[in-house]
């Protein structure tokens, strides 16, 4: 557990002025979806309420509701721990975010300014000097960060809100994905073939180029989910 992440996300909580069950419920479910609390690992409900400073009962609210989301799963005699990402999730992830990434593309080739293609390209550039510090979840943000300049792009507000939903959904398995340092470089490369499909405007090789991008992290974290149950 890594207890200086879960502090700052209890922090961005508490200002939000939530009952306190929910505050405990979105602290734990950021600390999953970003890793802090990674797959396997025990919920102890009474070491978690004291580091949230709270009693047993909102954390085991918040189990319950972890539960149902399908990010914790209980286990007989041995009690709650932190769901293992399953191949089923993530194709169900990755076909929401497939559409919408190639709704987000369409928009974006026929939007998109020069300003924006410029900010895409420093973003690249900056997420290709995380790599050298092998923090994983600065890599992840980093890429997230990439792109979200082409969801701004397309200039539709309500597209931008439903991926934000889903954003953490994503998280998790982008961040699977990066924990591969073998795969991250390719991302780069792929990366500039999508900012230069944009900037040529050629709406079919730009959600090609889209398309298996996220493909290829699909195969990778299917394998990886396959190695680690073998």
């Given at each position: 557990m890594q207890e200086?992440?879960?502090?700052?996300?209890?922090?961005?909580?508490?200002?939000?002025?939530?009952?306190l069950r929910d505050i405990?419920?979105?602290?734990?479910?950021?600390?999953?979806?970003?890793?802090?609390?990674?797959?396997?690992?025990r919920l102890m409900e009474v070491s978690l309420a004291q580091k949230l400073g709270v009693s047993r009962t909102p954390v085991r609210e918040a189990i319950r509701k972890l539960e149902l989301e399908?990010?914790?799963?209980?286990?007989?005699?041995?009690?709650?721990?932190?769901?293992?990402?399953?191949?089923?999730?993530?194709?169900?992830?990755?076909?929401?975010?497939?559409?919408?990434?190639?709704?987000?593309v369409e928009l974006a080739c026929a939007r998109i300014t020069e300003s924006q293609i410029v900010e895409l390209k420093k973003a690249n550039v900056n997420f290709e000097n995380s790599l050298t510090s092998n923090d994983v979840t600065a890599i992840a943000e980093a890429d997230e960060r990439f792109h979200e300049i082409i969801y701004r792009a397309t200039g539709n507000d309500k597209l931008v809100q439903v991926i934000s939903n889903i954003k953490e959904q994503m998280y998790r398995y982008r961040l699977e994905?990066?924990?591969?340092?073998?795969?991250?470089?390719?991302?780069?490369?792929e990366h500039k073939e999508i900012v230069a499909a944009l900037e040529r405007?050629?709406?079919?090789?730009a959600k090609e180029r889209m398309r298996r991008h996220i493909e290829n992290q699909e195969i990778t974290v299917i394998n990886n989910i396959k190695g680690s149950s073998g």
């Open positions: 200086d992440k879960i502090e700052e996300y209890l922090k961005i909580n508490m200002s939000s002025y939530l009952p405990v419920f979105n602290t734990l479910r950021q600390a999953i979806l970003k890793g802090e609390l990674a797959p396997g690992e399908g990010l914790v799963l209980m286990i007989p005699r041995r009690g709650a721990e932190v769901a293992r990402i399953s191949e089923k999730s993530l194709r169900d992830v990755l076909e929401v975010r497939r559409g919408l990434e190639d709704l987000a994905y990066i924990k591969d340092s073998a795969k991250r470089q390719a991302l780069v490369g405007r050629n709406l079919l090789e």
